[in-house]
């Protein structure tokens, strides 16, 4: 690192170049930026004037790192200062513009702002960001008559005319002003040898956040000479946030990093981490450290190819995201990450359309299995259950794994991973999801769109049409706010209490484009609307004699047992919940499971599969590959008694040779032996849950 104490004219001062590289943000001083640095130049100027003396003011650094692209005209990529030199150069054109002195003129061009000798992008002292560029090289080349309305409104040209008003009004003349500037000082910093991605952030960690995808993209190019930063970010990054850019709520992470963290857990097929110091998980928080630590681990990774593949798959996301009538797969796809709102579903989803694209599955296939997965999630939808990134992540884990054991079943290999889910995310049974179905509070579960869009799912399926929802609404049958004429027609019949418990439920509900004309009318009125509604599920309404509790039931049954025609079960979903999901499970899963079964094998890191007959065989061959692969720092942690380095210790009641100077207690449980192989896994922190196959 070079530090040097300088002014603004030697600094820009003789043939070189200062590039804005690609991944800082775009130029946005505001007026009170530019009015306080003009502030500072008259003060200099008016200490001149009144004592005849300069008075220097230091304005801050520039950071920077040298890159001899041309040895003639070197190029400095601006790490930390470009909003200060951009403005004072517009500044200095303004004076360029206000003086008629034509050996200033020539003074302010060659020193301050054009490298004569040199064409296009080495003729600009300074070289913005491409949005920047363009209006920027208009006003030093003064075709401003060439500026458009839309460049107007840029921040360069605003600034430009406020300087252009201050120095038009100000007490000094342009010759002052511009004597003045040169005493500005600033520092002079040159990196060399340092890491230009950790100066950037130590020098921006006070200023506005910089997001996680910003700290990964600056990651990706800085160590890069700028030409190199542009060629990447203009063939790869700008093309990746380009085609992320969907509305979104400003409560809700950006699309861009939902989906760096969906490609990350797809492509390690793992969402764990060690973040600092402690087991994590990848998430929008710890999504740059996640970044930073996988490149760090394949230091081999070319970045054109990391930023090709990123590209491959974010191209893939964006098209997920966009409706298309003409592709089964598309559309139940679509029904999954954009009318369900799981977009974390692409860990998932990305793996499998990449399986698909590659010729290991069929089209046919391809949609059966996001079929499945689509029934899955909306049963869940139901039980008003989401998933999140380690949920799915753990799914595409056991679906890989299974793989490696048996890669012609797909299908099966993904209801196995379905099916391996616990509590509330476990695969719903018909039974379990009729009842959902039938019984959730289903008007304050799906608000607004996401309510009629799920409504619809019924109506289509009934009429084999796709049936527009734009315009209807959710009609509540039994009104949410009761009238005297219904608060008398339930009392007297004693449905009162019971039909208000029932009001939100989905045997309540119908589509109709006539809400505000039905609001609170009597249901014999509402049953003649009803009786001519464009929707085949409310025209059947008018068929009904009466509307109570018992109505609304019957009605949320019937929607119950249509669900489950709608978002059936995978095929082999009975025979693999009566097989408990062929015996394949996370040691982390209900130990009672374990309890008097065999294990066959235990597979740990993903790929080393340990073979053996009973917990102690297999608990035995578990040590030796934490010896033989991690080393015997975990012998800290293992209980009293547990294991010594010879044979025949008194501590241990039944021993079992692991090395020659490492034997371990056997006499003890189930439960025992797994706990400690999860303490060791833990602290070792594995990357992937260490799985069981139980003998059948």
């Known amino acids: 690192m070079e530090i040097t104490k300088t002014d603004?004219?030697?600094?820009?001062?003789?043939?070189?170049?200062?590039?804005?590289?690609?991944?800082?943000?775009?130029?946005?001083?505001?007026?009170?930026?530019?009015?306080?640095?003009?502030?500072?130049?008259?003060k200099i100027a008016k200490k001149r004037k009144e004592s005849g003396e300069f008075t220097t003011h230091f304005i801050g650094s520039i950071v920077s790192t040298n890159y001899q692209a041309n040895p003639e005209c070197p190029q400095y990529t601006i790490i930390?200062?470009?909003?200060?030199?951009?403005?004072?150069?517009?500044?200095?054109?303004?004076?360029?513009?206000?003086?008629?002195?034509?050996?200033?003129?020539?003074?302010?061009?060659?020193k301050f702002l054009i490298n004569e000798d040199y064409a296009e992008q080495q003729k600009y002292k300074l070289i913005p960001l491409e949005k920047d560029r363009v209006i920027f090289n208009k006003i030093i080349d003064s075709n401003i008559a060439d500026i458009t309305d839309t460049e107007k409104k840029s921040r360069i040209y605003k600034n430009y005319e406020l300087f252009k008003q201050l120095v038009s009004k100000s007490n000094y003349s342009v010759n002052e002003l511009y004597q003045s500037?040169?005493?500005?000082?600033?520092?002079?910093?040159?990196?060399?040898?340092?890491?230009?991605?950790?100066?950037?952030?130590?020098?921006?960690?006070?200023?506005?956040?910089?997001?996680?995808?910003?700290?990964?993209r600056n990651y990706l190019l800085m160590p890069t000479d700028y030409d190199t930063q542009v060629s990447l970010f203009n063939n790869y990054w700008k093309k990746i946030e380009s085609c992320l850019e969907f509305t979104k709520k400003d409560d809700t992470d950006s699309n861009l990093e939902v989906f760096l963290v969906c490609y990350l857990c797809m492509i390690k097929k793992s969402d764990s981490l060690i973040f600092e110091s402690k087991r994590s998980h990848i998430n929008p928080k710890t999504l740059y450290y996640a970044y930073t630590e996988y490149l760090e681990e394949h230091p081999n990774l070319l970045k054109d190819e990391f930023l090709k593949d990123l590209k491959k798959y974010a191209e893939m996301f964006s098209s997920f995201m966009k409706k298309n009538s003409k592709s089964k797969a598309s559309q139940l796809i679509y029904q999954i990450m954009v009318e369900l709102n799981m977009l974390s579903s692409s860990i998932v989803i990305m793996y499998i359309h990449n399986q698909y694209i590659n010729h290991y599955i069929d089209e046919e296939l391809y949609e059966q299995m996001l079929?499945?997965?689509?029934?899955?999630?909306?049963?869940?939808?139901?039980?008003?259950?989401?998933?999140?990134?380690?949920?799915?992540?753990?799914?595409?884990?056991?679906?890989?794994?299974?793989?490696?054991i048996s890669n012609r079943n797909y299908r099966q290999n993904l209801t196995i991973a379905l099916c391996q889910n616990a509590g509330n995310i476990n695969f719903p049974s018909d039974e379990e999801f009729k009842n959902d179905v039938a019984t959730c509070q289903f008007y304050s579960m799906f608000k607004?769109?996401?309510?009629?869009?799920?409504?619809?799912?019924?109506?289509?399926?009934?009429?084999?049409?796709?049936?527009?929802?734009?315009?209807?609404?959710?009609?509540?049958?039994?009104p949410q706010t009761l009238n005297d004429e219904w608060i008398d027609y339930l009392n007297k019949n004693g449905e009162l209490d019971k039909t208000k418990a029932d009001i939100h439920k989905i045997g309540n509900l119908a589509l109709t484009k006539n809400n505000s004309h039905l609001s609170n009318s009597?249901?014999?009125?509402?049953?003649?609307?009803?009786?001519?509604?464009?929707?085949?599920?409310?025209?059947?309404?008018?068929?009904?004699?009466?509307?109570?509790?018992?109505?609304?039931?019957?009605?949320?049954?019937?929607?119950?047992?249509?669900?489950?025609?709608?978002?059936?079960?995978?095929?082999?979903?009975?025979?693999?919940?009566?097989?408990?999901?062929?015996?394949?499970?996370?040691?982390?899963?209900?130990?009672?499971?374990?309890?008097?079964?065999?294990?066959?094998?235990?597979?740990?890191?993903?790929?080393?599969?340990?073979?053996?007959?009973?917990?102690?065989?297999?608990?035995?061959?578990?040590?030796?590959?934490?010896?033989?692969?991690?080393?015997?720092?975990?012998k800290s942690i293992l209980p009293d008694n547990h294991w010594a380095d010879s044979p025949n210790s008194s501590g241990i009641r039944k021993e079992t040779k692991v090395m020659d100077d490492f034997y371990v207690e056997t006499n003890t449980s189930t439960a025992a032996i797994i706990k400690v192989i999860l303490q060791i896994a833990e602290y070792y922190s594995f990357e992937q849950p260490i799985m069981v196959q139980l003998k059948q």
């Not at 930390?80 to 050996?103: A, W």
């Not at 002079?188 to 950790?198: H, M, T, W």
């Not at 796709?466 to 509540?476: G, N, P, R, W």
């Open 8 to 42: 603004f004219g030697k600094l820009v001062d003789g043939t070189k170049n200062f590039c804005i590289p690609v991944y800082q943000r775009h130029y946005s001083w505001l007026p009170n930026n530019c009015q306080k640095i003009f502030y500072d130049i008259e």
């Open 80 to 110: 930390d200062g470009q909003q200060r030199i951009t403005s004072l150069m517009l500044l200095i054109k303004v004076f360029y513009d206000s003086t008629d002195d034509e050996t200033l003129k020539k003074r302010i061009i060659k």
């Open 181 to 216: 500037v040169s005493y500005l000082i600033m520092g002079n910093i040159v990196l060399e040898g340092e890491n230009p991605q950790q100066i950037f952030e130590s020098l921006n960690s006070t200023g506005k956040s910089l997001t996680n995808a910003d700290l990964i």
């Open 371 to 404: 079929s499945d997965l689509l029934s899955y999630l909306f049963r869940l939808k139901f039980r008003n259950q989401g998933l999140n990134y380690q949920d799915f992540s753990l799914i595409l884990q056991r679906y890989c794994r299974r793989n490696e």
């Open 448 to 478: 607004g769109t996401q309510g009629r869009i799920i409504l619809s799912y019924f109506e289509n399926y009934l009429s084999n049409e796709t049936v527009d929802v734009k315009d209807a609404s959710i009609e509540h049958i039994c």
């Open 522 to 634: 009597k249901f014999e009125k509402k049953k003649e609307t009803y009786k001519n509604s464009n929707f085949t599920i409310t025209r059947m309404l008018s068929k009904e004699d009466n509307w109570f509790s018992g109505s609304i039931r019957k009605r949320g049954e019937w929607f119950g047992k249509l669900a489950t025609e709608i978002w059936k079960l995978p095929p082999d979903y009975k025979e693999i919940e009566n097989k408990g999901s062929s015996n394949l499970y996370e040691l982390t899963d209900n130990k009672e499971i374990f309890t008097g079964k065999k294990p066959e094998q235990l597979i740990v890191d993903g790929d080393a599969i340990l073979l053996g007959n009973s917990w102690a065989a297999v608990y035995a061959k578990f040590l030796k590959y934490v010896l033989e692969n991690y080393g015997d720092e975990f």
